[in-house]
């Protein structure tokens, strides 16, 4: 049988990304959006992210676990791979969003504490249990939709393909985004962002023209000196 095809990737642009931020200003999973674009959790890594595992002063948050669905409940389980269990430096923009995501959510706290299901998690619902990941699905489709300017439609796992292709194209080489991302060889970076390899590869070569504009000629100007014949 032939081989099942992996989705096509489908990142947003940078103008996408601050467009979906701006239409999600007032949603309550703001900040679960701005993480998965700003460092590429995994759904299942954002909604099993726990409070003990950031550090919003020094700036770092750690994947230590993943929510999941086993059996038709919700289960918290071990991330994907080794290379999954990893530190992720914080861009301040995430940090920022986070601090007021946790005022928030003391608010709540402090509304519904009587019936606060603490679990120590970021991102869960009004009253601390874990969120489903269905109903993240849903909110996302809802955000996409009811956006003032229309954002596109894309599934919440291009959120994180979005960091990646943004990091990409910024300049940051594949190892670091492999270690960002916690893929478990360079290889699945490399073969799932081929798109923007190539892109990266054209413009370092049209650097090299750069170089060598104009080109050298030989002493005849007949054309580029080759050097010699052996």
């Known amino acids: 049988m032939p081989t099942a095809r992996p989705p096509e990737v489908q ?28 460092i590429g959790l995994r759904k299942g890594e954002a909604l099993g992210l726990r409070w003990s595992d950031v550090s919003l002063e020094a700036g770092w948050l750690r994947v230590r676990q993943t929510l999941a669905r086993e059996n038709g409940g919700l ?37 519904t504490e009587p019936y606060w299901d603490d679990h120590g998690l970021v991102f869960c619902s009004t009253i601390g249990s874990p969120i489903d990941p269905d109903n993240v699905n849903r909110a996302f489709d809802k955000l996409c939709a009811t956006a003032t300017a229309g954002v596109r439609r894309v599934r919440v796992h291009d959120l994180r393909h979005t960091c990646a292709t943004l990091l990409l194209a910024q300049g940051v080489p594949a190892r ?5 991302l916690g893929h478990s060889q360079i290889s699945v970076t490399l073969n799932t962002y081929t798109h923007v390899v190539s892109e990266l590869q054209q413009e370092a070569m049209n650097r090299i023209d750069d170089v060598f504009d104009p080109p050298p000629v030989d002493d005849d100007g007949d054309g580029p000196d080759t050097g010699p014949d052996d």
């Not at 996408?16 to 679960?32: C, G, I, K, V, W």
């Not at 918290?76 to 959510?105: G, I, M, N, W, Y």
Request: proline share 6%; charged share 25%; aromatic share 6%.
């Open 75 to 111: 289960v918290f389980a071990e991330p994907k791979t080794a290379r999954s269990r990893r530190t992720v430096p914080l861009p301040s923009v995430c940090v920022a969003a986070l601090r007021h995501h946790r005022d928030r959510q003391d608010l709540e706290l402090s509304a």
């Open 11 to 38: 990142a947003y642009s940078p103008a996408e990304a601050r467009e979906l931020l701006t239409a999600a200003n007032e949603d309550r999973l703001y900040t679960l959006w701005a993480v998965a674009m700003g």
């Open 176 to 180: 670091v985004v492999m270690e960002i």
